[in-house]
């Protein structure tokens, strides 16, 4: 009985031990599996962002191939045709000309705007059945679009100074037929077409015709006479035709044409076909000048600095009629320049405008408003408050340093052979 007894509670504790081992087993599965299982979860969720950046990613992708394609198709459209309506036949059809030569009777579709539909509107045509696609903007809307349009500039007479007698002549020629027409009709004298602002550069003959603008209330346009030089025969002449065109639109208007000189110059008997070009556009102008018989409300400012090279036929009565010369200001002319630049400026109680205009004999009204600019620089290079009479020194040293500009040339000359 011993012997079995003994045997009985060895089992018994062998078999607690397999028990308790087992439980420790069953702790560390469930313990792994725990683990697994958040790992897992982690995945998940992981997979679940990825899914999510992924699909947002799809819709950007999709979006861009789109737009891809759209373009790709828009390249593969064949060109529109360029015509310009010549007669408006019923509802349905109409005459158009196009840029390649022959006439077409077409249709035009119902989605666009009638109003526009009139002759001499440019339009689109569909290359295979030469239907009206499109209104275009007009041709002198793009051709003058390098033009300087000002409703009504800001500069008045205030802002020029020593130029009295020549606001007096631009007050009688320009502001005078367009403010009192009727001044002239009970004189019976027609207007003068246009003047002639001459002189050196820097010397005011924009602000001149800017403040004639101001003044009677005229758009002002403003053209650099280069800009009518065109590489194709013709495109010059058209461009002068739609410059004044535009300013019997928007007038009451004041021409304003800079640099005369680059398509004005005197006809020579031997030249090439570029200055040919340049001369039928210089008759094109000539012919618009003679043309303005009835003009109204519109003046015409030319301005140069080389009058002796202009062609005569441009400086007869009937074109230009009357020529200013816009000088270099003398002392007094350079003391109400100064005083203008300085007015708003901080200056020193010793600094003198007298001795400032005895200093900058021979400079032009640009030039002077250089040497306040540039006086201001030093006062603000050495943190000052004020402007002082040395500043304003080295300014006119600075502007008037010819040995500077001699250097500037040898060493331009020198980089560019």
């Keep these: 009985m011993n012997d079995f007894d003994d045997l009985e509670n060895s089992s018994k504790e062998e078999l607690i031990e397999k028990i308790e081992s087992l439980e420790d087993e069953i702790t560390v599965i469930r313990e792994e599996k725990s683990k697994a299982k958040s790992n897992l979860m982690w995945k998940v969720r992981k997979l679940e962002k990825d899914k999510v950046l992924i699909e947002n990613e799809k819709i950007r992708l999709e979006r861009e191939a789109k737009s891809l394609r759209s373009e790709v198709e828009r390249f593969r459209s064949p060109p529109l045709v360029l015509a310009t309506i010549t007669e408006v036949l019923d509802e349905n059809r109409m005459t158009v000309k196009s840029s390649t030569g022959p006439s077409f009777l077409v249709n035009y579709s119902k989605f666009l705007d009638e109003k526009l539909l009139v002759p001499g509107s440019r339009v689109a045509l569909n290359q295979q059945t030469f239907g ?92 650099v006479a280069s800009e009518f030089v065109k590489k194709y025969i013709g495109e010059g002449a058209r461009l002068v035709r739609e410059v004044f065109d535009l300013a019997k639109e928007k007038a009451p208007a004041i021409i304003f044409i800079d640099e005369l000189d680059a398509v004005a110059a005197k006809r020579l008997k031997s030249s090439t076909s570029g200055d040919r070009e340049v001369q039928r556009t210089l008759m094109q102008l000539l012919a618009e000048l003679d043309g303005f018989e009835s003009r109204g409300d519109i003046g015409i400012i030319g301005a140069t600095n080389r009058p002796d090279i202009l062609d005569p036929a441009l400086l007869r009565p009937g074109r230009f009629d009357r020529f200013i010369e816009v000088p270099l200001p003398n002392e007094e002319g350079r003391k109400e320049i100064l005083k203008i630049h300085t007015k708003r400026m901080a200056l020193d109680e010793a600094a003198d405008i007298n001795l400032l205009s005895d200093l900058t004999d021979g400079l032009s009204g640009a030039d002077l408003k250089a040497v306040c600019t540039e006086a201001g620089m030093f006062a603000i290079r050495e943190k000052r408050d004020k402007v002082s009479v040395t500043d304003f020194m080295d300014a006119v040293d600075k502007v008037t340093d010819s040995e500077h500009d001699d250097e500037f040339k040898k060493e331009a000359g020198v980089m560019f052979g």
């Design 132 to 223: 009206i696609v499109e209104v275009l903007p007009s041709e002198k809307d793009a051709n003058v679009s390098g033009m300087e349009i000002e409703a009504k500039p800001d500069v008045t007479y205030d802002q020029i100074g020593g130029l009295d007698e020549q606001i007096i002549e631009v007050k009688e020629t320009v502001e005078l037929p367009l403010k009192e027409p009727e001044l002239f009709e009970k004189i019976g004298i027609d207007p003068p077409k246009g003047i002639l602002l001459y002189g050196p550069p820097g010397t005011g003959k924009t602000l001149l015709a800017k403040a004639v603008a101001n003044e009677t209330n005229a758009t002002f346009i403003k053209i």
